[in-house]
T-cell receptor, first 116, second 116 residues
Framework: GAGVSQSPSNKVTEKGKDVELRCDPI?????LYWYRQSLGQGLEFLIY????????KSGLPSDRFSAERTGGSVSTLTIQRTQQEDSAVYLC??????????????FGPGTRLLVL | AQTVTQSQPEMSVQEAETVTLSCTYD???????LFWYKQPPSRQMILVIR??????QNATENRFSVNFQKAAKSFSLKISDSQLGDAAMYFC?????????????FGGGTRVLVKP
């Protein structure tokens, strides 16, 4: 596609429910990242995928958060038993490849999650 | 761990004038990349400019230029001939050049207001 796409654009859920957020990276990009943007914490890294390598999950805030990337393309971020502090904008980005050459990360429009 | 600091929460500029946004960072690494991203109300992060730490020459992209001072760990963004469309949040970001450190570390952001 022309850019990184994310769905849904907005999601309202009740505390305790599970949510799935989807990211479709730019075609041909092998690296995919999830970030969270919240008022209290700013922009923070969550997880990234590179090809078939094991993902770097070092930024996930708790075991309620998980992500997968199927077929090296689309990724889904799942939040189980949502809490009010999970309310934030979840941003996805992709880049050509991981490595020292500093490939630029291109961002999607984000999913705004509100947990009531 | 690296940290990125943007000391100006908000900056105001008259249309056609120049504004400079500050960014400082803390790292023990010698090879890294620095970025400025723009985030308009649409939420989508847009790359404005990037700088490789090994390059002494400051990067320039049309009306946007940086002043990269490696010894001082400073990376300011100058917006010349400001336009109404420049109004947005601007984020400074750091990325290690090490293969294992591909995530972006962001500053807290600076909101730019452009007065007509």
């Amino acid at each position: 596609g022309a850019g990184v796409s994310q769905s849904p654009s907005n999601k309202v859920t009740e505390k305790g429910k599970d949510v799935e957020l989807r990211c479709d990276p730019i075609s041909g990009h092998t690296a995919l990242y999830w970030y969270r943007q919240s008022l209290g914490q700013g922009l923070e890294f969550l997880i990234y995928f590179q090809g078939n390598s094991a993902p770097d999950k070092s930024g996930l805030p708790s075991d309620r958060f998980s992500a997968e990337r199927t077929g090296g393309s689309v990724s889904t971020l799942t939040i189980q038993r949502t809490q009010q502090e999970d309310s934030a904008v979840y941003l996805c980005a992709s880049s050509l490849s991981l490595g020292g050459s500093g490939e630029t990360q291109y961002f999607g429009p984000g999913t705004r999650l509100l947990v009531l | 761990a690296q940290t990125v600091t943007q000391s100006q929460p908000e900056m105001s500029v008259q249309e056609a004038e120049t504004v400079t946004l500050s960014c400082t960072y803390d790292t023990s690494e010698s090879d890294y990349y620095l970025f400025w991203y723009k985030q308009p109300p649409s939420r989508q992060m847009i790359l404005v400019i990037r700088q490789e730490a090994y390059k002494q020459q400051n990067a320039t992209e049309n009306r946007f230029s940086v002043n990269f001072q490696k010894a001082a760990k400073s990376f300011s963004l100058k917006i010349s001939d400001s336009q109404l469309g420049d109004a947005a949040m601007y984020f400074c970001a750091y990325r290690s050049a090490l293969a294992a450190g591909n995530k972006l570390t962001f500053g807290g952001g600076t909101r730019v207001l452009v007065k007509p």
